[in-house]
Structures are given as structure tokens and as C-alpha cells.
């Protein structure tokens, strides 16, 4: 179980930096169209708020985890039942075996 919040950190840290890379290379391409237009470089505004879009984006993260640990748990409890099955099925022929040696 930790390994998976480990990995899913990492996950959300790797969406953070390609976010970053994709932000940092859209502000380049503003200065050069920029550079391009006024004949002087003009420094990009970074006045941005992505602080709603990374929580938004961990919530996600988090119940995409939640739902996989919840289908995780729903897989090992059928498991469990069927395990249950197979040996109630098994003392239900030991049983009818039993039953046929005493007639």
C-alpha cells in the first residue's frame, strides 16, 4: 500500500514538472512573439494563479487512487468469498462421502 502513494507522489510530481516545462516554454514563445512584434524583449507576465489547478489536479490524483485501492479491496474480497465457496463445496463432499460409506 505505501508503494502505491509512493508512486502516485511521483506521478503528481512528474505532471508538476511537465507542467512547468510546458508553462516555461509557452512564456518563451510569448517573449519572442513579443521580441518579434515591438523590436525589444519584453518580459512575460507571470501572474498566473495555479495554485486551483494543482489542487484540483491532486484531488483528482486522490480519488483516482481512492477508486483503485477501492477496486483493490472489491477484487481481494471476491477472492475471499470464493476461496469460502470452494471450501464449503469441498466439506459438503466430504460430507456426502461420509454419508455414503455409512449406508
Known sequence: MHNAEGAATNKQRLEVLEEQEELIEDENKQEESAKETTGSQTKVKDDQDLDEKEEARRA???AE??????????????????QQQEQ???QEKETDKVDDTKK
Open 88 to 90: 464449503q463445496s469441498e
Open 65 to 82: 487512487q481512492a477508486a483503485a485501492d477501492a477496486d483493490q479491496a472489491e477484487q481481494q474480497q471476491q477472492q475471499q468469498e470464493e
Open 60 to 62: 483528482e490524483a486522490e
